[in-house]
């Protein structure tokens, strides 16, 4: 099944190359793209490892003709992670290094940085159908990567990121770490916002550190970087958690703080009489302006089925936070 597939890609790679070879970028950048997603799904979908190092680089090479370099150094980037997982020992001679190196002019120690990084973290870990983005989500900071451009949404990608917050045998740390993917993926895959990793504050870390560069003022207004914080706990979160992170918002002097829950908070009907958690939140904005807005688990499964725009949904409960609605 696999070289059949192989043989698949190996064709299609030759067909729609034309397309870019021919003078038709824009049409190869989507041609490409929607290959590399139905490659994705087929890869996920079998568990199957399929190298998908060539397509990435023809989806850097028609986005570089096109002139958007930013999004060329994305895909040859996330080529490279590809060819690095691929052979651990020549990836440097293979055509996304020198794209990057050569053909966008990145300094070479930087990008070869970045490989032996991805090359240590290839060795401690085994492949993943999330890869090659995980690998791309697993370099911090934001800045080694050379690239501000967002990773692309792959909806089946999302939804097996989705499905895997609650395996079997998990252990804690797992599930955590399961939701803090899932979440910095839709955050990195969303125009606007730069996914940092996570950071230490003087008495915790973090979970996710997110740089809000969004053009929408209504959205720059809700801060320049939001912290980021998963629960995937059996319970609802409680007034004390909700404390917890407005007082490290405070610390770092940070507006927005979003907190990812997949058993929601707690609290009564915003309509009739708050409580708990979400009566914390409100009385954490009045008191000083500090947003919280809480992703619940049908707004992470909206967000990963594609259902829903990220930046429409915070800007929304940003809203209902703001104006005392939450």
């Known amino acids: 099944m696999r070289g059949d597939f192989g043989k698949i890609c190996l064709v299609n790679y030759g067909l729609i190359s034309n397309l870019l070879n021919n003078g038709?970028?824009?049409?190869?950048?989507?041609v490409f793209l929607?290959?590399?997603?139905?490659?994705?799904?087929?890869?996920?979908?079998?568990?199957?490892?399929?190298?998908?190092?060539?397509?990435?680089?023809?989806?850097?090479?028609?986005?570089?003709?096109?002139?958007?370099?930013?999004?060329?150094?994305?895909?040859?980037?996330?080529?490279?992670?590809?060819?690095?997982?691929?052979?651990?020992?020549?990836?440097?001679?293979?055509?996304?290094?020198?794209?990057?190196?050569?053909?966008?002019?990145?300094?070479v120690t930087v990008v070869d940085n970045l490989g032996m990084?991805?090359?240590?973290?290839?060795?401690?870990v085994p492949w993943s159908p999330s890869e090659p983005e995980f690998l791309w989500l697993s370099l911090f900071p934001h800045k080694i990567r050379f690239t501000r451009s967002p990773l692309p949404f792959i909806k089946t990608l999302a939804q097996h990121m989705l499905n895997g917050l609650s395996a079997p045998g998990m252990t804690k740390k797992q599930i955590g770490d399961a939701l803090e993917r899932l979440v910095s993926y839709l955050f990195?895959?969303?125009?606007?916002?730069?996914?940092?990793?996570?950071?230490?504050?003087?008495?915790?870390q973090n979970d996710i550190l997110v740089?809000?560069?969004h053009t929408d003022s209504a959205v720059a207004s809700m801060g320049d970087y939001f912290l980021i914080e998963c629960k995937n706990w059996h319970k609802t979160v409680r007034a004390p958690i909700i404390r917890e992170l407005a007082g490290r918002l405070k610390?770092?002097?940070?507006?927005?703080?979003?907190?990812?829950?997949?058993?929601?908070?707690?609290?009564?009907?915003?309509?009739?009489?708050?409580?708990?958690?979400?009566?914390?939140?409100?009385?954490?904005?009045?008191?000083?302006?500090?947003?919280?807005l809480v992703l619940d688990k049908t707004a992470i499964q909206n967000l990963a089925a594609g259902n829903e725009?990220?930046?429409?949904l915070l800007l929304s409960i940003f809203e209902d936070v703001r104006f005392d609605r939450v």
Not at 261 to 290: C, F, H, N, W
Request: aromatic content about 8%; overall charge positive.
């Open 34 to 107: 929607r290959w590399y997603q139905i490659v994705r799904e087929n890869e996920i979908s079998r568990n199957l490892r399929v190298h998908k190092g060539t397509v990435l680089w023809w989806l850097g090479r028609s986005r570089q003709a096109l002139k958007l370099s930013e999004e060329a150094k994305n895909w040859y980037l996330l080529a490279m992670l590809e060819d690095v997982r691929h052979d651990r020992k020549l990836w440097k001679s293979w055509p996304a290094r020198d794209s990057i190196v050569n053909g966008l002019q990145v300094a």
């Open 309 to 312: 725009s990220l930046t429409s």
């Open 117 to 124: 990084k991805a090359t240590k973290l290839c060795n401690a």
């Open 188 to 204: 990195a895959t969303e125009k606007g916002f730069e996914v940092i990793g996570p950071s230490l504050a003087p008495d915790a």
């Open 251 to 292: 610390t770092a002097a940070v507006k927005t703080g979003v907190l990812a829950s997949m058993t929601g908070i707690s609290g009564g009907d915003p309509k009739t009489k708050r409580s708990g958690a979400r009566l914390a939140i409100s009385k954490e904005y009045l008191q000083d302006q500090t947003a919280i």
């Open 24 to 30: 038709f970028p824009s049409e190869a950048t989507e």
């Open 211 to 213: 740089r809000n560069r």
